[in-house]
């Protein structure tokens, strides 16, 4: 079978804004992720989708997600639509003026601040890592270590959890401990994602 070739990094301006759609393909698991991803300094807007046969860890599932960050890249608002063979909910975070979260879901509405958490994590998606990569720049080998808190969302279940993740800026990459894997990745120079080992590839 015949390997296909990685996407190129997306190519930015002279102000760092570009377009482009990105996919990824799981690692020992029948799974797609596919965003169009607009970047406009460090603001990024993204529709997406993740599309996940059946494992034995989890239900088939789809998931298609709008994100919007602010200007200065911390997470506004996610829009999820999940569907699964019991059916489809909708579900949609977004952080007010205070820094606390507003959930809504079926079940009603919720508030959190998420143990301070900037930044919202999709299960099972690599796009989403580069939102503190790139507010952080973390792509830079020799910046810091730092633990970014975050507002998980478990897939397929639907259910949000106050969660850390580490990451640790190397010249092999950027390790990442977070609560679904522990691992070393890499990114493009724009911060994106290239290779989850154990997750997905971009391809």
Known sequence: ?????AQPAPAAGDNGDFKAMMTWRGIGAERLEQVRVTVTGHRIKAYGRIIAAATADHEAFSASYDLITTDTGLTKRLSLHLVRASGDTQISITRDGQDVWLVQTARGMQRSDFGGAQDVDLALSPFLNALPIRRLGLQDPSAKP???????LYLPSGEFAAESLQYTPGKSGLSIVGPVASTTITVDQNGFVRDYPGLAERI
């Open 1 to 5: 079978m015949s390997q296909v070739p």
């Open 146 to 152: 730092v633990v970014v808190p975050a507002a998980y």
